[in-house]
Protein backbone atom coordinates (compact mmCIF):
# COMPACT_ATOMS: atom_id res chain seq x y z
CA UNK A 1 0.00 0.00 0.00
CA UNK A 2 1.30 3.49 -1.20
CA UNK A 3 0.38 7.09 0.21
CA UNK A 4 1.03 10.33 -1.31
CA UNK A 5 0.60 13.39 0.90
CA UNK A 6 -1.82 15.70 -0.15
CA UNK A 7 -2.47 14.69 -4.12
CA UNK A 8 -5.54 17.42 -4.10
CA UNK A 9 -3.25 20.06 -3.73
CA UNK A 10 -0.84 19.07 -7.00
CA UNK A 11 -0.81 20.70 -10.40
CA UNK A 12 -0.93 18.60 -13.18
CA UNK A 13 1.46 15.65 -13.48
CA UNK A 14 3.31 12.49 -12.80
CA UNK A 15 3.75 11.87 -9.11
CA UNK A 16 5.01 8.81 -7.64
CA UNK A 17 4.21 7.45 -4.19
CA UNK A 18 5.39 9.86 -1.15
CA UNK A 19 5.60 6.56 0.92
CA UNK A 20 5.16 3.14 1.46
CA UNK A 21 2.63 2.21 4.32
CA UNK A 22 2.81 -1.65 3.85
CA UNK A 23 4.95 -3.62 1.89
CA UNK A 24 3.42 -6.97 3.35
CA UNK A 25 0.00 -6.06 2.79
CA UNK A 26 -1.76 -6.42 -0.64
CA UNK A 27 -5.59 -4.97 0.05
CA UNK A 28 -8.54 -6.11 -1.87
CA UNK A 29 -10.74 -3.33 -0.14
CA UNK A 30 -9.65 -0.25 1.53
CA UNK A 31 -11.76 1.87 4.30
CA UNK A 32 -11.45 4.98 6.23
CA UNK A 33 -13.55 5.09 9.09
CA UNK A 34 -12.97 7.02 12.08
CA UNK A 35 -9.93 7.64 11.60
CA UNK A 36 -8.71 4.14 11.48
CA UNK A 37 -8.24 2.56 7.52
CA UNK A 38 -9.34 -0.88 7.67
CA UNK A 39 -7.94 -2.98 4.66
CA UNK A 40 -9.00 -7.15 3.44
CA UNK A 41 -6.43 -9.49 2.00
CA UNK A 42 -6.90 -12.62 3.69
CA UNK A 43 -7.94 -10.95 7.07
CA UNK A 44 -8.44 -7.87 7.91
CA UNK A 45 -5.81 -5.39 9.00
CA UNK A 46 -6.53 -1.97 10.91
CA UNK A 47 -4.04 0.95 11.39
CA UNK A 48 -5.65 2.81 14.29
CA UNK A 49 -4.77 6.72 13.72
CA UNK A 50 -3.91 7.49 9.98
CA UNK A 51 -3.81 10.69 10.17
CA UNK A 52 -0.51 10.30 12.54
CA UNK A 53 1.55 7.72 10.01
CA UNK A 54 3.65 9.33 7.79
CA UNK A 55 5.88 6.12 6.66
CA UNK A 56 5.70 2.12 6.88
CA UNK A 57 3.60 0.72 9.41
CA UNK A 58 2.50 -2.75 10.35
CA UNK A 59 -1.26 -3.00 10.75
CA UNK A 60 -2.36 -1.91 15.02
CA UNK A 61 -4.87 -4.76 14.37
CA UNK A 62 -5.41 -7.88 12.55
CA UNK A 63 -8.67 -10.02 12.47
CA UNK A 64 -8.15 -13.70 11.14
CA UNK A 65 -9.02 -17.23 12.00
CA UNK A 66 -9.60 -16.63 15.53
CA UNK A 67 -12.37 -13.79 14.89
CA UNK A 68 -14.22 -16.02 12.00
CA UNK A 69 -12.32 -14.92 9.07
CA UNK A 70 -10.43 -18.22 7.13
CA UNK A 71 -7.67 -17.52 5.22
CA UNK A 72 -9.23 -16.80 2.24
CA UNK A 73 -10.68 -14.59 -0.05
CA UNK A 74 -12.30 -11.25 1.54
CA UNK A 75 -14.11 -10.05 -1.77
CA UNK A 76 -15.89 -7.23 0.39
CA UNK A 77 -15.36 -5.18 3.89
CA UNK A 78 -17.10 -2.12 4.65
CA UNK A 79 -17.67 0.14 7.87
CA UNK A 80 -20.88 1.57 8.41
CA UNK A 81 -22.76 2.87 11.32
CA UNK A 82 -19.52 2.00 13.44
CA UNK A 83 -20.26 -1.79 12.35
CA UNK A 84 -17.01 -3.56 10.39
CA UNK A 85 -19.60 -5.87 7.41
CA UNK A 86 -16.85 -8.38 6.64
CA UNK A 87 -18.22 -10.58 3.44
CA UNK A 88 -16.25 -14.14 3.50
CA UNK A 89 -15.56 -16.34 0.52
CA UNK A 90 -14.20 -20.04 1.07
CA UNK A 91 -14.88 -21.96 -2.12
CA UNK A 92 -13.48 -25.70 -1.91
CA UNK A 93 -14.08 -29.22 -2.27
CA UNK A 94 -14.11 -29.92 1.70
CA UNK A 95 -14.88 -26.40 2.55
CA UNK A 96 -17.97 -23.94 1.58
CA UNK A 97 -18.01 -20.96 3.74
CA UNK A 98 -19.88 -17.92 2.64
CA UNK A 99 -21.01 -15.81 4.97
CA UNK A 100 -20.99 -11.93 6.10
CA UNK A 101 -19.81 -11.27 9.51
CA UNK A 102 -20.66 -8.11 11.90
CA UNK A 103 -18.21 -6.75 14.38
CA UNK A 104 -20.24 -3.38 16.57
CA UNK A 105 -18.12 -1.03 17.47
CA UNK A 106 -15.62 -0.92 14.76
CA UNK A 107 -13.56 1.65 16.14
CA UNK A 108 -12.82 -0.02 19.43
CA UNK A 109 -11.32 -3.18 17.76
CA UNK A 110 -8.15 -4.31 20.05
CA UNK A 111 -7.18 -7.85 18.28
CA UNK A 112 -9.16 -10.97 17.32
CA UNK A 113 -12.71 -11.43 18.80
CA UNK A 114 -15.71 -13.64 17.97
CA UNK A 115 -17.90 -11.88 15.36
CA UNK A 116 -21.10 -10.05 17.21
CA UNK A 117 -23.50 -12.00 14.34
CA UNK A 118 -22.88 -14.64 11.35
CA UNK A 119 -25.03 -14.61 8.29
CA UNK A 120 -25.10 -17.84 6.66
CA UNK A 121 -27.83 -18.80 4.18
CA UNK A 122 -27.36 -21.82 2.70
CA UNK A 123 -28.22 -20.25 -0.63
CA UNK A 124 -25.59 -17.78 -0.57
CA UNK A 125 -23.17 -18.66 -3.24
CA UNK A 126 -20.83 -15.38 -3.68
CA UNK A 127 -21.70 -12.65 -0.76
CA UNK A 128 -20.24 -9.24 -1.94
CA UNK A 129 -21.00 -5.22 -1.33
CA UNK A 130 -23.49 -4.89 2.16
CA UNK A 131 -24.95 -2.66 3.68
CA UNK A 132 -26.46 -1.36 7.12
CA UNK A 133 -29.47 1.23 7.03
CA UNK A 134 -30.64 3.20 9.90
CA UNK A 135 -32.81 0.68 11.16
CA UNK A 136 -30.63 -1.97 11.28
CA UNK A 137 -31.49 -3.42 8.51
CA UNK A 138 -28.96 -5.71 6.30
CA UNK A 139 -28.60 -5.55 2.62
CA UNK A 140 -26.10 -8.24 1.12
CA UNK A 141 -25.37 -8.33 -2.97
CA UNK A 142 -24.62 -11.93 -3.21
CA UNK A 143 -23.22 -12.02 -6.87
CA UNK A 144 -23.99 -15.92 -8.03
CA UNK A 145 -27.32 -17.02 -6.50
CA UNK A 146 -28.95 -19.94 -6.47
CA UNK A 147 -32.25 -18.63 -7.29
CA UNK A 148 -31.19 -17.67 -10.86
CA UNK A 149 -28.95 -19.69 -13.34
CA UNK A 150 -25.52 -19.58 -12.51
CA UNK A 151 -23.19 -16.01 -12.60
CA UNK A 152 -26.80 -14.22 -11.91
CA UNK A 153 -27.45 -12.38 -8.37
CA UNK A 154 -29.89 -11.31 -5.73
CA UNK A 155 -29.81 -9.12 -2.49
CA UNK A 156 -30.56 -10.79 0.84
CA UNK A 157 -32.44 -8.55 2.86
CA UNK A 158 -32.57 -9.01 7.05
CA UNK A 159 -33.95 -7.24 9.41
CA UNK A 160 -32.32 -6.74 12.90
CA UNK A 161 -29.23 -7.45 11.77
CA UNK A 162 -27.57 -6.50 14.67
CA UNK A 163 -29.89 -8.40 17.28
CA UNK A 164 -31.35 -11.54 15.67
CA UNK A 165 -30.93 -11.25 12.10
CA UNK A 166 -33.89 -12.18 10.41
CA UNK A 167 -34.34 -13.11 6.45
CA UNK A 168 -37.18 -10.49 5.35
CA UNK A 169 -36.73 -11.11 1.59
CA UNK A 170 -34.35 -12.54 -1.27
CA UNK A 171 -34.78 -9.87 -4.73
CA UNK A 172 -33.58 -11.45 -7.80
CA UNK A 173 -31.85 -9.13 -9.82
CA UNK A 174 -31.96 -10.66 -13.13
CA UNK A 175 -28.47 -9.54 -13.90
CA UNK A 176 -24.86 -11.53 -14.91
CA UNK A 177 -22.31 -11.53 -12.15
CA UNK A 178 -23.86 -7.93 -10.21
CA UNK A 179 -21.34 -6.05 -8.06
CA UNK A 180 -22.83 -2.65 -6.86
CA UNK A 181 -26.14 -1.33 -5.59
CA UNK A 182 -27.60 1.43 -4.24
CA UNK A 183 -29.63 1.88 -1.11
CA UNK A 184 -31.90 5.01 -0.76
CA UNK A 185 -32.82 5.65 2.80
Known amino acids: MVAWNDPAARSAGEYKP ?59 MTVMRNVLLVSVNKPGSLSNIRKVNLYRDAASLGGDRAPDQVLIDVDMRGPQKTYLDAAGTLYVLDGDSQWMSKGQGCIYIYDHALDAPVLRARITTGLSWPRDFVVVE
Request: hydrophobic share 40%; net charge negative; no cysteine.
Open 18 to 76: DWTLDKGTAAWWMQVAGGRLYATQSAVAIWKDLTNIHGSATPDVTLGESSGIPDSYIPY
